[in-house]
């Protein structure tokens, strides 16, 4: 399975997980559709949905060129009724912690509290990959993974508290609304299992975070094996059910 990041942050997130079949599924549409498009190879129709956390802009402020490609876009139930009221598009609707079949891929919603703003995080499942938890513009995750075998995670790391200013603007929203890093650490130490191949730190702060010292302190805490990486535009990575040798 390769995984693409079209981007990652306060400027726009989406990726793209691609089978060796070809198949896509995006995660995300807060890019244009040219760069979603460009990322995949124009290859649109294999295209078997895009799935959406939540309606702030930064996510979904691109939504309109998805649907207009043809794209289906999925979210929760709760997610769905706030992307009509922002943005006047609609998505397909689902049932928070319910499977949902998308061509080989197998997806399930789940709440995650992001100050006060209907947001998911969400389970993904291929035979290629095993089981991929994904969580963003979450101040925590209020599900225990540990059992569930989870292989591959991509995981908020948006700021660390070293780095905050207490008069900074948007304060509480950072607070509330994103994942700092030792939260994220204590996420990553329960799942950490004989299972997890790889973690991505996703949407870091540009002014609030340190790319290299994140990546570092999450390797202390894995087992070797555990490709540990950061989430910049343009990054590609195999999520394989193959150990990672650094």
Not at 111 to 134: A, S
Not at 174 to 179: K, Y
Request: proline residues 3%; aromatic residues 8%; hydrophobic residues 35%.
């Amino acid at each position: 399975m390769r995984l693409k990041v079209i981007n990652s942050g306060s400027s726009g997130n989406g990726y793209a997980l691609i089978s060796e079949a070809g198949e896509i599924l995006l995660l995300e549409c807060g890019v244009k559709g040219i760069e979603m498009k460009r990322a995949i190879d124009f290859q649109v129709g294999n295209v078997v949905g895009c799935l959406l956390t939540h309606s702030h802009k930064d996510h979904s402020g691109r939504i309109k060129d998805y649907l207009n490609s043809g794209i289906k876009v999925y979210t929760s139930d709760e997610v769905a009724s706030d992307i009509l009221t922002v943005t006047g598009e609609r998505t397909v609707p689902l049932p928070r912690m319910q499977k949902k079949k998308l061509g080989s891929f197998t997806a399930i919603p789940f709440h995650v509290p992001h100050n006060g703003t209907e947001c998911d995080g969400w389970l993904i499942t291929h035979k290629e990959l095993g089981r991929l938890l994904f969580i963003t513009d979450a101040e925590y995750c209020p599900y225990d993974f540990s059992k569930m075998g989870i292989t591959h995670a991509m995981i908020e790391c948006n700021y660390s508290e070293d780095y905050i200013e207490n008069d900074a603007e948007n304060l509480s929203h950072v607070l509330r609304g994103h994942m700092e890093l030792q939260t994220c650490k204590r996420l990553i130490q329960t799942i950490d299992s004989p299972e997890l191949r790889s973690v991505g730190l996703i949407h870091l702060s540009g002014q609030n975070s340190d790319s290299e010292r994140f990546r570092q302190e999450i390797k202390e805490i894995v087992d070797c094996d555990v490709n540990v990486w950061v989430a910049e535009k343009g990054f590609e990575t195999e999520l394989s059910l193959d150990p990672f040798w650094r």
